[in-house]
């Protein structure tokens, strides 16, 4: 698909992407910093200093590929909730889960940093971060997969969307939201806080919902997407849902 020519010089289009991109992963590592830090009381908590490199780099290993390979799947998930048609029990879902996402780190922060509310066993803490890279992966696959992976439930319908079936999506339709719920369930404990897993949790249910409705979606309004589901039975879980 082509898109329309820009004045701009291609250069100083990709400096300027790029300007944007560092200032978005500074203000990313920040923000991820002051809500593990802040309620945490020191500096010295060698897992927040992890997550927050893990993070930063995953997101910037996205946007150099984003970049490399498919620049118009990271214009998408940045104009996304411009879009007219996005739907809007998807804007509510992503409100809650935006509310889980902060409360995460701060819980975390306030019972592995500050008062130990809880103890997780370093074999715990361990598996965690396995599973973390793990499921990072499967969402990295995802990304990768399918160029129309957006931030909020819409029909690209400017983008000729079409149901995709290749990668992760062979085995189930909803590889990245699968992702998504290990890695909220693995973060508090690679964190070392059981308490973390209630938003942690609560944000693996919003994705449970969101998978439904979506889906439901997509089989109404996505040419193709019926016959796609009737070939891959399970939306998360094989062999289960």
């Known amino acids: 698909m082509t898109t329309p020519a820009s004045n701009q010089p291609a250069p100083r289009r990709a400096s300027a992407s790029l ?8 203000a990313v590592m920040v923000s991820l910093a002051a809500l593990l830090f802040v309620p945490a009381g020191r500096l010295d908590w060698v897992e927040a200093w992890a997550l927050i490199l893990v993070y930063t780099g995953f997101l910037a290993l996205y946007a150099w590929w984003g970049l490399k390979r498919d620049p118009e799947q990271l214009r998408e998930r940045g104009r996304a909730h411009k879009a007219e048609n996005v739907k809007s029990w998807d804007k509510t879902i992503m409100a809650a889960y935006t ?86 369930l693995c ?9 973390a897993l209630l938003p942690g949790g609560a944000i693996g249910l919003l994705f449970v919902l969101r998978t439904a409705m979506e889906d439901r979606m997509l089989q109404d309004e996505l040419p193709g997407y019926v016959e796609y589901a009737q070939r891959v039975r399970y939306r998360l879980a094989p062999g289960i849902w």
Do not use: C
């Open 19 to 26: 300007t944007r991109i560092a200032l978005s992963l500074t």
């Open 99 to 184: 509310v889980f996402l902060l409360l995460t780190p701060i819980v975390a922060g306030l019972d592995a940093g500050r008062y130990r509310w809880s103890t997780v066993s370093p074999y715990v803490k361990g598996l965690a971060w396995l599973v973390l890279f793990l499921a990072g992966a499967l969402v990295f696959w995802a990304l990768t997969a399918n160029t129309y992976l957006s931030r909020l439930a819409r029909i690209q319908e400017d983008r000729g969307q079409v149901a995709i079936t290749t990668g992760p999506y062979r085995f189930v339709r909803h590889p990245m939201y699968l992702g998504i719920i290990v890695l909220f």
């Open 187 to 195: 973060v508090p404990l690679g964190l070392g806080s059981w308490w």
